[in-house]
């Protein structure tokens, strides 16, 4: 049987030029800004004009593209290799949301494959109306475009699936490693953040976020006591769930605290990583008293992560149902999330 794992992210621009066509596909998704099309189209544009010359500077110190497109091939290269291990045939290709390669591009990549299965894996850990649903709705309409026939089967999150819960726990502990025995250290577990009003639509994310936050912490047996979640990236005039990560660093230094930043959203490095929480957090830290300041890297290629994944896959193929990293459903009642009832 041939398995054709498809994995969703985001993307990211690929040079400096890209970087406001890009904003213009973030900005133009119906899950991003809720307005019809006629008045969301010409928003976009505006928002990405106006967001372009900073975002510009962002990318140009990462070398003038993301690295998120690299850093999901490793991943993909990782999680073939783990399925061969297993004794699957399986190929991963990989759809990005706002840019090369997008989601097209990909379902005609998988069509020229000719998979008996396809299995569909958002890398998003944590479900959302704005990253998962909308990756997975974009595949559903060029599927049903193309015609592509192979059953398709969706992962819908993984809060706090083992493999990844572990790989965290693991970078966590290795973040201990490099304390400073005259520090007092505050972990920092930091997500992207979303507006309030999403959430209280019923987007599940912040629930999600907590699970995989609490399911880290029962790793370590009480030895992790101060501690925060928090939430960073935000954009625009609305209301954002909180706290701010970059509030929360602010506070570390006025307590005389050093602090431990681990992404727990991210499972990639790109300009919220390797700019945001690298350099402009870190600087806020140096300006805001921080004793230290240990920023830990996402999981990656990790290999905990990719087991995990790979068990995901597995589970994958032999449920009628959408997957999560449990049985069954496993957000509240009355969320908006597809997933599989208990």
């Not at 505006?46 to 003038?64: H, Q």
């Not at 493999?163 to 304390?179: H, I, P, Y």
């Not at 004793?291 to 990790?302: A, E, F, N, Q, S």
Request: aromatic content about 8%; glycine content about 6%.
């Amino acid at each position: 049987m041939k398995i054709a794992v498809v994995l969703f992210n985001l993307g990211g621009p690929d040079s400096l030029a890209a970087v406001e066509p890009f904003l213009v596909n973030l900005f133009s998704d119906p899950a991003i800004i809720s307005l019809p099309g006629l008045l969301r189209k010409p928003l976009a544009k505006l928002i990405a004009a106006r967001r372009a010359p900073v975002a510009r500077k962002i990318y140009a110190e990462l070398g003038g593209r993301s690295p998120i497109v690299q850093e999901t091939e490793q991943q993909a290269e990782a999680l073939e290799v783990e399925l061969s291990s297993r004794g699957y045939l399986a190929e991963c290709f990989i759809a990005m949301r706002c840019w090369h390669p997008f989601t097209q591009e990909a379902m005609n990549s998988v069509r020229h494959y000719g998979p008996d299965r396809v299995i569909l894996l958002p890398l998003y850990p944590q479900y959302s109306t704005t990253t998962s649903r909308s990756s997975l709705s974009a595949w559903s309409n060029e599927a049903a475009r193309q015609r592509l026939t192979a059953p398709a089967q969706e992962i819908c999150c993984f809060p706090f699936q083992k493999g990844f819960v572990a790989a965290l726990a693991d970078n966590l502990e290795k973040g201990f490693e490099r304390v400073k025995k005259e520090v007092d250290y505050r972990v920092l577990f930091s997500a992207h953040g979303l507006p309030k009003r999403t959430v209280r639509r019923g987007d599940p994310y912040q629930w999600q976020v907590e699970q995989t936050v609490q399911a880290v912490i029962r790793q370590f047996d009480g030895r992790l006591t101060d501690w925060r979640i928090c939430y960073q990236s935000r954009v625009g005039p609305l209301d954002w769930i909180g706290p701010a990560t970059n509030t929360e660093i602010e506070t570390a230094g006025r307590e005389g605290k050093g602090v431990i930043i681990l992404p727990v959203a991210f499972v990639s490095e790109h300009s919220e990583t390797l700019v945001e929480l690298d350099v402009e957090y870190r600087k806020l830290g140096t300006t805001s008293g921080v004793k230290d300041y240990i920023r830990l890297p996402t999981v990656r290629t990790h290999p905990a992560f990719i087991r995990g994944l790979a068990d995901l896959v597995e589970a994958a193929l032999v449920s009628p149902r959408p997957i999560t990293c449990a049985p069954g459903r496993i957000c509240p009642q009355g969320n908006i999330c597809e997933q599989a009832e208990a």
